[in-house]
């Protein structure tokens, strides 16, 4: 399973587009990106999914370069419901998901 | 809601008693996963189920961790002799297997305090 960093912390305002990277130099072949979300005192909720290039959904865009080896997540004017832990993964599709300690979103008034 | 639920959703014991959780998945999904989570950290995956059959454990999952599910339905997660260490959000998701994504749907946890 790649390991992926990812910051500790991040703050931003209502209304801004934020954009949350993650690093994940031993992405293999196999492996997909996804991102979960997780507020306090509930179960993380699943995001958005991608392989390579861009995804977009209702919720956010998922930008993955040609590479592979970093994605970056952007939640398009964030309110402050945005405010959560978000947690980027990797791995193949049929195994399990290992969560790292995410990035804790804090988004301001 | 995602259609997972638990539980209980708070349990508070004292040091040395068995606690029991029950998760019941999306009716559909073949997979059933429980993670413990602490104050800070991510979620920590302990076991997985397909259908009825478990077939990963984390080293985490020591000998007075046992899990279930019997009928490949819902589950059932035991800790024998706890500790002030289990204290933690034990969550459940479950997954569709056949899926083309992997995504979790996770229940909302039951917190255990361990006095």
């Known amino acids: 399973l790649a390991k992926t960093t990812q910051p500790i912390s991040m703050d931003s305002y209502e209304g801004q587009e934020v954009n949350i990277t993650c690093s994940h130099n031993?992405?293999?072949?196999?492996?997909?990106i996804t991102w979960y979300q997780q507020f306090p005192s509930q179960g993380p909720r699943f995001i958005i999914q991608?392989?390579?290039t861009k995804v977009t959904n209702e919720v956010a865009s998922l930008f993955i370069p040609a590479d592979r080896k970093s994605s970056t997540l952007s939640l398009p004017r964030v309110s402050l419901s945005d405010t959560a832990v978000y947690y980027c993964?990797?791995?193949?599709?049929?195994?399990?998901?290992?969560f790292g300690k995410g990035t804790r979103l804090h988004i301001l008034p | 809601d995602t259609g997972v639920s638990q539980d209980p959703r708070h349990k508070i014991t004292k040091r040395g008693q068995n606690v029991t959780f029950r998760c019941d998945p999306i009716?559909?999904?073949?997979?059933l996963y429980w993670y413990r989570q602490t104050l800070g950290q991510g979620p920590e995956f302990l076991t997985y189920?397909?259908?009825?059959?478990?077939?990963?454990k984390s080293r985490l999952l020591s000998d007075r961790f046992s899990a279930e599910r019997p009928k490949g339905s819902f589950s059932t997660l035991e800790i024998q002799r706890t500790e002030q260490g289990d204290s933690a959000m034990y969550l459940c998701a479950s997954q569709d297997g056949t899926s083309s994504y992997n995504e979790q749907f996770f229940g909302p946890g039951t917190r255990l305090t361990v006095l």
């Open positions: 031993n992405i293999a072949t196999n492996d997909y």
């Open positions: 009716s559909e999904h073949n997979r």
């Open positions: 991608g392989y390579k």
């Open positions: 189920f397909q259908n009825e059959a478990q077939l990963e």
């Open positions: 993964l990797v791995g193949d599709r049929n195994d399990k998901i290992i």
